[in-house]
């Protein structure tokens, strides 16, 4: 009797009961008078005192599970009884908002459109030419460590790109100068996941190629986006260094200081947040997508935008971006 009674306790849950019919036949099948949950209590009777202890116990679960679907259905008004269980109907006091990246992609967009430059975009998925090769990064170069890569197949060599200087490729194979694009995009590296580093990022990439551009050109653009988009009084410093596809190459950092724990380990104890690296880009590069690098040059940046997000939003750790935790994502709208 005990696994009768599971198997009619599964069935009373599993119901689906849709409109007022399915509910009077629910009612009729388990709870009248001479419904399951009656007829079990019937032959209840006829048990000895032992075995009424464990089957009583679960013959008023299941008139519980029974009552308690009535309950909900008639909770639900008749008219709304078809609507409310239409599981893809938008429910009235939830508004989906934006992601504070999407967010924030959007407003870096917004400045460099404000600046003269117009948006465009290539594939997640590369070939090596476009993602490495191009970009003077050819098999077996030790810059490409920098960027630990996810392979879709080898020979030829497919991959998740792991950075959207790819899109600059593929911009300056298709057209020519003057070119003044930013291409924002999902960026994938095998790493580690931490508060600073995950393996799925997003980056914007920015290219200007046009006759006489000069290094204080980019200095001077990046500078403006940097205040117009932190403010007047963000701290900025210029650094040297260096990437195979700009020559010469920079970095440039935000000043966040050391005053809490996870500020000093986010800027690794020096109070400084690298958010992007730049260049003027390499001739070589120019030529292998068919530039004329006589006449042509032009500078390149790429800003990883979690990193702006998190100095923008004071957010520590890089992880609560993916987690799509409501309670974090609803302080964003
Ligand atoms: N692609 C570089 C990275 O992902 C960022 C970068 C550096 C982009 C310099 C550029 C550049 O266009 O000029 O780390």
């Not at 679960?58 to 679907?69: F, G, S, V």
């Not at 404000?114 to 077996?140: M, Q, R, T, V």
């Not at 005053?259 to 690794?268: F, G, M, N, V, W």
Request: glycine content about 6%; some cysteine; proline content about 4%.
């Amino acid at each position: 009797m005990l696994e009768e009674i599971r198997i009619y306790c599964l069935e009373a849950k599993d119901s689906s009961i849709k409109s007022n019919k399915d509910a009077e036949a629910f009612k009729k099948r388990f709870l009248s008078k001479s419904g399951i949950v009656n007829s079990l209590f019937l032959r209840f009777k006829k048990l000895s005192n032992d075995e009424k202890k464990a089957v009583g116990k679960d013959i008023n679960l299941l008139k519980k599970i029974c009552q308690d679907k009535i309950k909900f259905v008639k909770s639900i008004s008749s008219s709304n009884l078809n609507s409310v269980l239409d599981l893809t109907r938008p429910t009235s006091n939830f508004t989906g908002s934006t992601h504070p990246i999407t967010k924030i992609s959007n407003q870096i967009n917004e400045i460099f459109k404000s600046l003269g430059f117009y948006i465009s975009s290539g594939p997640e998925i590369e070939d090596d030419w476009h993602n490495f090769e191009a970009l003077n990064l050819p098999k077996n170069h030790p810059a490409r460590d920098m960027q630990d890569t996810f392979f879709v197949k080898t020979q030829p060599d497919i991959l998740l790109r792991t950075h959207t200087s790819s899109v600059q490729v593929r911009h300056m194979s298709e057209s020519q100068p003057p070119i003044r694009t930013i291409s924002p995009g999902r960026v994938f590296r095998n790493e580690a996941i931490s508060s600073r580093a995950h393996c799925i990022f997003h980056q914007i990439e920015g290219l200007y190629i046009d006759e006489n551009v000069s290094f204080i050109d980019m200095k001077n653009l990046l500078f403006v986006f940097a205040k117009k988009f932190f403010g007047n009084d963000v701290v900025l410093r210029f650094r040297p260094s260096y990437f195979p596809f700009t020559e010469p190459s920079a970095e440039m950092d935000v000043f966040l200081g050391t005053e809490t724990l996870a500020d000093y380990r986010l800027t690794k104890g020096t109070g400084w947040l690298e958010i992007l690296g730049c260049g003027m880009v390499d001739p070589k590069v120019l030529s292998n997508c068919s530039i004329d690098q006589e006449k042509y040059s032009g500078y390149a940046f790429g800003m990883g935008i979690e990193r702006i997000a998190m100095l923008k939003y004071g957010v520590k750790d890089l992880r609560l971006f993916f987690e799509n935790d409501l309670s974090f994502l609803k302080q964003f709208n």
